[in-house]
């Protein structure tokens, strides 16, 4: 477990209020291993994260692509305020390796996982925004999220992961693709999905998500990259 200091200095932000930084890296499975300590997980902040990037993406676009109808900003918009994003920055500053977790989901890859990870950067979002301000949560978004979203607002977007195994896996004549539910947990306003990706009725990757389209591509990404160790 890496310092809140170390942190702050990666992301070049310092809390007046280092509380609510700790609470945004603070997952459920942490909470319900250390009930004593009374801390509280990042869900909150979440959700109110999520909102605050959409207003900030929504904004951006709105000004800069002037050119562009409704129905074409919120295709972009989507493509930038979307898991496989956040999981981007998070990765890029590495921070799974801040994060106070359960024993139980540390074991399960947790500080790997895509949803979780995406869920911390939202929260680390709100945190700036309650800690300094919207201005202070605008510098952190596009300090982090620059290359996305200018790759999204020029049309520049790589086509997703689901697609590029579908043109993979088409160039090979009589092979199969099909995706499987199977499993999902959490209450219903909160579910994690889980989908298998059978190549030829075998099992060639595994993904998880917010959505069952998330897990999708999860799988799908998890396949190709496989394939390109071969």
Request: net charge neutral; charged share 30%.
């Amino acid at each position: 477990m890496r310092s809140l200091q170390e942190f702050q200095k990666k992301i070049g932000y310092s809390f007046q209020n280092e509380k609510l930084l700790k609470e945004a890296l603070t997952h459920t499975s942490y909470i319900n291993e250390n009930r004593r300590k009374k801390l509280k997980p990042n869900e909150r902040l979440e959700f109110l994260g999520d909102s605050i990037l959409g207003v900030v993406v929504s904004t951006y676009l709105f000004k800069n692509r002037i050119d562009l109808p409704e129905g074409e900003l919120s295709k972009i918009r989507a493509a930038i305020v979307c898991e496989e994003s956040l999981h981007q920055v998070a990765e890029k500053i590495d921070v799974g390796i801040y994060l106070y977790m359960g024993k139980g989901e540390e074991m399960t890859g947790g500080r790997q996982r895509s949803s979780i990870l995406a869920d911390v950067i939202e929260a680390v979002i709100a945190a700036i925004y309650l800690d300094g301000g919207m201005k202070a949560a605008r510098e952190f978004i596009f300090a982090q999220m620059q290359d996305i979203i200018d790759n999204a607002t020029r049309g520049n977007l790589d086509k997703d992961y689901k697609t590029q195994l579908q043109e993979l896996i088409q160039r090979q004549p009589g092979k199969t693709l099909e995706y499987r539910l199977i499993g999902e947990k959490g209450p219903d306003h909160c579910k994690f999905f889980t989908v298998e990706l059978l190549v030829d009725g075998k099992q060639a990757g595994v993904g998880e998500g917010r959505s069952k389209k998330e897990a999708e591509k999860q799988a799908a990404k998890a396949t190709l990259e496989r394939m390109n160790e071969q």
